[in-house]
């Protein structure tokens, strides 16, 4: 497609991909998302030495938390998928944590970066949006690898334990409205 349509893009034209902050790390259960962004990542960074002589810029845009469904379907997915995995007394937790998407930012933190990729005169290679997203890839840079994994380990571990004592607390809280009602 790209070779098809890189005429028309000669001399000025841009690429815009949309990836995520996922592109340039991972999570515990989350090694098929972080793949699928990885690749446009890369795709984008070969591209990008690939058209540079017709004059065509590739960005990419690395949306983090955003309102949107994805949270959920991905919650969805993990439980469909890991009912006879050895994985699944991990994922409900997880799944909890997935969907609860609170403060998530508005889809137009996308579009505005979207926008300034294709409207400034020299964008930049990356546009992260909006502070999660920096946040994330900024840590990823910035901690070796075992170290990385450490953190991850030990902040999957405790939104495990958060999440399983939240899940504890909410039942005891239905129990007692229930014990409320019957009387």
Same mark, same amino acid.
């Given at each position: ?129 909006? #502070? ?6 900024? =840590?990823?840079? +910035?901690?070796? &690898?075992?170290?990385? @994994? %450490?953190?991850? $380990? #030990? ?6 334990? =958060?999440?399983? +004592?939240?899940? &504890?607390?909410?039942? @005891? %809280?239905?129990? $007692? ?7």
């Amino acid at each position: 497609l790209t070779q098809a349509l890189l005429p028309l893009l000669a001399d000025g034209g841009r690429i815009v991909n949309i990836s995520s902050m996922g592109g340039r790390g991972w999570t515990p259960l989350g090694g098929w998302y972080h793949a699928t962004k990885h690749s446009v990542e890369v795709l984008s960074d070969a591209m990008r030495v690939e058209v540079e002589p017709f004059g065509v810029k590739v960005v990419v845009v690395q949306p983090g938390r955003i309102e949107s469904e994805w949270s959920a379907t991905a919650a969805r997915t993990l439980r469909t998928s890991a009912t006879a995995s050895v994985y699944r007394d991990q994922v409900e937790p997880f799944a909890a944590l997935l969907e609860d998407y609170g403060g998530a930012a508005s889809p137009k933190v996308v579009t505005d970066a979207v926008l300034r990729a294709l409207s400034t005169p020299k964008p930049k290679r990356r546009y992260a949006t909006p #502070a999660d997203a920096r946040v994330s890839i900024f =840590l990823h840079w +910035l901690l070796p &690898d075992p170290r990385a @994994a %450490e953190l991850r $380990r #030990a902040l999957h571990n405790a939104r495990l334990t =958060l999440t399983l +004592l939240e899940g &504890d607390r909410a039942r @005891a %809280e239905r129990e $007692r409205i229930a014990t409320r009602s019957a009387r």
